[in-house]
């Protein structure tokens, strides 16, 4: 009687991670997403860790979330795993301000961003 099981939103072989509010712009943020895409988790994690770009701690954390929940949720093998996709969108801007000269005010814009990462379970051609 009771109601229906939602759906899955990933086909059975993926698994997805979604990291909110991070406190950096979106063009930023894309610049260490497009670094992983279509990447091995083991090659995009090397990279993230080695990188210079301060988001990409975040990025890597999300990335290792994905990968959790791949392995356990899922039951899926984790070293066969791809990152399929990794996507960036807006959040909330926080809008702050610093008076200037002759009575005018100047807008400082804090942006907000969400970061989606989907990875895929691939069997490697032998």
């Not at 894309?30 to 990025?59: H, P």
């Not at 929940?69 to 039951?75: Q, R, S, V």
């Amino acid at each position: 009687m009771g109601k229906d099981k939602n759906p899955r939103r990933v086909a059975d072989n993926e698994a997805m991670a979604k990291l909110r509010m991070l406190r950096t712009s979106p063009q930023k943020l894309n610049l260490v997403a497009q670094m992983i895409r279509g990447k091995k988790v083991e090659k995009a994690l090397t990279d993230l860790t080695f990188s210079n770009k301060r988001i990409a701690i975040d990025v890597k954390k999300c990335l290792q979330s994905a990968i959790a929940n791949a392995e356990n949720n899922h039951g899926l093998d984790v070293d066969e795993l791809i990152v399929a996709e990794a996507w960036v969108g807006k959040n909330l801007i926080m809008k702050r301000g610093r008076p200037r000269a002759r009575g005018r005010f100047g807008k400082i814009h804090k942006p907000f961003s969400e970061l989606t990462i989907k990875v895929r379970q691939v069997e490697e051609q032998a």
